[in-house]
């Protein structure tokens, strides 16, 4: 079997897919969590609600047993659904920027067909329990955003681009300079 492109591989693609999928939805979720007048970090303790019930989402504080617990649920899930679009992409023969595009916007559409339509209530990243529809929406946008730049910063051109890149002149070919032996 032949080396996956670079964005489709587990060493390069996928660290950077979930990381910018983590970083970009935690602050997207946030921003949202505040323009509804609450704190930043309320979306995160919500989706502790898998082990505190749905009272999770009324917790305000910052600690933890809530937001420590969110945190770590939320970055093992955007790894997880990371994962998903590298996987997507094995099957690709080249990479492309499109590719890196369209597999991190499926992705975060398919979590969230997944995560609202098929998971049980208590399994959801519990979002809803804080932010209107539109933040939710807005958080896994962001989570799909987030993986294909994630993608994109792993893409390699199929052609380096020192090949296309014009070669310094020699100065023994410029008029005027004398290249002394």
């Given at each position: 079997?032949?080396?996956?492109?670079?964005?489709?591989?587990?060493?390069?693609?996928?660290?950077?897919?979930?990381?910018?999928?983590?970083?970009?939805?935690?602050?997207?979720l946030?921003?949202?969590?505040?323009?509804?007048?609450?704190?930043?970090?309320?979306?995160?303790?919500a989706?502790?609600?898998?082990?505190?019930?749905?009272?999770?989402?009324?917790?305000?504080?910052?600690?933890?047993?809530?937001?420590?617990?969110?945190?770590?649920?939320?970055?093992?899930?955007?790894?997880?659904?990371?994962?998903?679009?590298?996987?997507?992409?094995?099957?690709?023969?080249?990479?492309?920027?499109?590719?890196?595009?369209?597999?991190?916007?499926?992705?975060g559409?398919?979590?969230?067909v997944?995560?609202y339509?098929?998971?049980?209530?208590?399994?959801?990243?519990?979002?809803?329990?804080?932010?209107?529809?539109?933040?939710?929406?807005?958080?896994?946008?962001?989570m799909?955003?987030g993986?294909?730049?994630?993608?994109?910063?792993?893409?390699?051109?199929?052609?380096?681009?020192?090949?296309?890149?014009?070669?310094?002149?020699?100065?023994?070919?410029?008029?005027?300079?004398?290249?002394?032996?």
């Amino acid at each position: 079997m032949t080396r996956p492109i670079a964005m489709a591989r587990f060493d390069r693609g996928w660290p950077l897919a979930g990381g910018a999928a983590t970083v970009l939805s935690v602050l997207v979720l946030g921003l949202a969590a505040m323009a509804a007048g609450l704190p930043f970090w309320m979306p995160l303790n919500a989706t502790s609600h898998a082990l505190h019930g749905p009272e999770a989402g009324q917790f305000a504080g910052l600690d933890l047993a809530h937001t420590g617990v969110g945190a770590v649920i939320h970055v093992a899930a955007c790894f997880f659904w990371a994962a998903v679009a590298v996987l997507m992409l094995r099957a690709a023969e080249r990479g492309s920027p499109m590719l890196a595009w369209a597999a991190g916007l499926a992705t975060g559409a398919l979590a969230g067909v997944v995560d609202y339509a098929l998971m049980p209530a208590r399994l959801t990243p519990g979002w809803e329990l804080v932010l209107p529809a539109a933040g939710v929406m807005a958080g896994l946008a962001a989570m799909g955003v987030g993986i294909a730049l994630g993608l994109r910063a792993a893409h390699v051109p199929d052609t380096p681009a020192h090949l296309h890149a014009t070669p310094p002149p020699n100065a023994a070919d410029q008029p005027g300079i004398v290249h002394e032996d």
